[in-house]
Each structure stands twice: as C-alpha cells, then as structure tokens.
Antibody, heavy 120, light 106 residues
Framework: QVQLVESGGGVVQPGRSLRLSCAASEFTFGIYAMHWVRQAPGKGLEWVAVISYDGSNAYYADSVKGRFTISRDNSKNTVHLQMNSLRVEDTAVYYC?????????????WGQGTLVTVSS | DIQMTQSPSSLSASVGDRVTITCRASQSISGYLNWYQQKPGKAPKLLIYAASSLQSGVPSRFSGSGSGTDFTLTISSLQPEDFATYYCQQSNSSPRFGQGTKLEIK
C-alpha cells in the first residue's frame, strides 16, 4: 500500500524558514513526479510545487516562486519543501502527493498532511 | 493561467438522490480534468481522472463527463459516505483546483 508521510510542520514567525519532508514507501519512488499541495484553514486546495522523477526539473506556483524550493533524494525515497521568507498567508496544511497521469500533473496518492502556522 | 470554476459552491441533497456538480475551465483543457473528494480532516481522494476514467476502487455510482471547457461529476445515487467536499482540478498545465463544492445532507 502506497504511503506518504509528511513531517516538519509547526509554528514559525513571519520571515523565518521551515523545511518539510515527505517519506514515501511501497512504490518505486524514482519514477514518479512528486508534488506539494496546500490548504489554508477552511479554504480550498492550492498546488504549490512539483519535482520531476529524477529531480532535474521543478516548477512552482507564482505565490511561492523565489521563496520555496522543492527537492528530492531518490536514495532515501524522500521529497522536501524548503520554505523561506514565510508569510502569514502561507499558513496551511501541506500535503505531499504522487504525480499521476500522462504529465503526472494530477495526484493519485496523498499524505495525511502537516500543519504550518506562520504567526508572530 | 487557467481558472477553474465549480458550481454550485454548496448543495443539499438526500440519500438516494442523483447529484451533478459542474466545473468550467477558462480555456480548453481537452480532457485533462480530475475530480477529488475530501472529507473533514482528511486528505483528498482521487475519484475521476482524464474527465471520465474511474480511479481504481471508486464506486461506480461516480461518473465524469465533458471535454474542452465544461465538465460534470455525477453521483447516481447518493450514499451517506458521499457527503463531502468535491474539487475539480485541471492537469493540462500548471495544476489548478476549482473552489470546491460542499455536498451536505438535506
């Protein structure tokens, strides 16, 4: 059974940094694109970033471009999201999701999410 | 950027009802449209991909249709476990979700 387990969330002050991790298991990690999707409290879903299967390409939502960096370690079956210059509006549950479909731009498996709260 | 608009934003229905949710893209996305179900406190679950393909394990009362800019999700006979929020998502380019449709018990 595919498993994705996020970690690293917490409370952080505006302007500070936080690094999220997602540990994957029970599938061949190195052939799938991986995504981060977030959901602010009581709001809808917002795609954040994607990294290609081999880590050679990464793309970001405009709202996080230049502040967030997605990376992966295929030897450890993990994907990370480095979040710098955090803003109050970055407060959300962050989900790690596996890419699916011809461009791997939809999401067939999701983690349980990790809550990031940006507050002074 | 492609914008996704769902309607209605909320919907009240009864067990056994047939329900349809619509999703409109701001430009053609061919058949690159997916539907997710989310229950409170849980991660979203993929129901339908490529507009009309049922994800493995999803009950056949769920179906999807459409192409281009207009899409629908239909639940043929609502079950108690179907009361949730539903999101459409385009995967033709940078992923974007609709705002969600909350399906509540009447």
């Amino acid at each position: 059974q595919v498993q994705l387990v996020e970690s690293g969330g917490g409370v952080v002050q505006p302007g500070r940094s936080l690094r999220l991790s997602c540990a994957a298991s029970e599938f061949t990690f190195g052939i799938y694109a991986m995504h981060w999707v977030r959901q602010a409290p009581g709001k809808g879903l917002e795609w954040v970033a994607v990294i290609s299967y081999d880590g050679s390409n990464a793309y970001y939502a405009d709202s996080v471009k230049g502040r967030f960096t997605i990376s992966r370690d295929n030897s450890k079956n993990t994907v990370h999201l480095q979040m710098n210059s955090l803003r109050v509006e970055d407060t959300a549950v962050y989900y790690c999701a596996r890419g699916f479909g011809p461009y791997q731009l939809n999401f067939d498996y999701w983690g349980q999410g990790t809550l990031v709260t940006v507050s002074s | 950027d492609i914008q996704m608009t769902q309607s209605p934003s909320s919907l009240s229905a009864s067990v056994g009802d047939r329900v349809t949710i619509t999703c409109r893209a701001s430009q053609s996305i061919s058949g690159y449209l997916n539907w997710y179900q989310q229950k409170p406190g849980k991660a979203p679950k993929l129901l339908i991909y490529a507009a009309s393909s049922l994800q493995s394990g999803v009950p056949s009362r769920f179906s999807g249709s459409g192409s281009g800019t207009d899409f629908t999700l239909t639940i043929s006979s609502l079950q108690p476990e179907d009361f949730a929020t539903y999101y459409c998502q385009q995967s033709n380019s940078s992923p974007r979700f609709g705002q969600g449709t909350k399906l509540e018990i009447k």
